[in-house]
Nanobody, 126 residues
Framework: QVQLVESGGGLVQAGGSLRLSCAAS????????MGWFRQAPGKEREFVAG????????NYADSVKDRFTISRDNAKKTVYLQMNSLKPEDTAVYYC???????????????????WGQGTQVTVPS
């Protein structure tokens, strides 16, 4: 069983930055790939970024590439999402998730992930 708790969301002006954190419980955190997703009102949950267990391979949605950076600290059992140059269209609830399946790449579909956090709200006013 893995439990995830996100933090770091808030209200930020366009062009600003936020860093989201996702703290995980469970002994085998370091074995799993992790992902960040987001869901805006009236829209489907979408992939934002993902990172393999070693941290050596990442994947980003085109909409956030070059603005967001995902990283992880396995010793702290925490994954981060550094978000820069935020835009109003980044407004959403952000979720972190765990992919327990052994793979060689980051998956981008939500139904491939096994555990989810409760989400943290990010608001960028227009």
């Amino acid at each position: 069983q893995v439990q995830l708790v996100e933090s770091g969301g808030g209200l930020v002006q366009a062009g600003g930055s936020l860093r989201l954190s996702c703290a995980a419980s469970g002994r085998t955190f370091s074995n799993y790939a992790m992902g960040w997703f987001r869901q805006a009102p009236g829209k489907e949950r979408e992939f934002v970024a993902g990172i393999m267990w070693s941290g050596g391979r990442t994947n980003y949605a085109d909409s956030v590439k070059d603005r967001f950076t995902i990283s992880r600290d396995n010793a702290k059992k925490t994954v981060y999402l550094q978000m820069n140059s935020l835009k109003p269209e980044d407004t959403a609830v952000y979720y972190c998730a765990v992919d327990r399946t052994t793979r060689f790449f980051v998956v981008t579909t939500a139904n491939e992930y096994d555990y989810w956090g409760q989400g943290t709200q990010v608001t960028v006013p227009s």
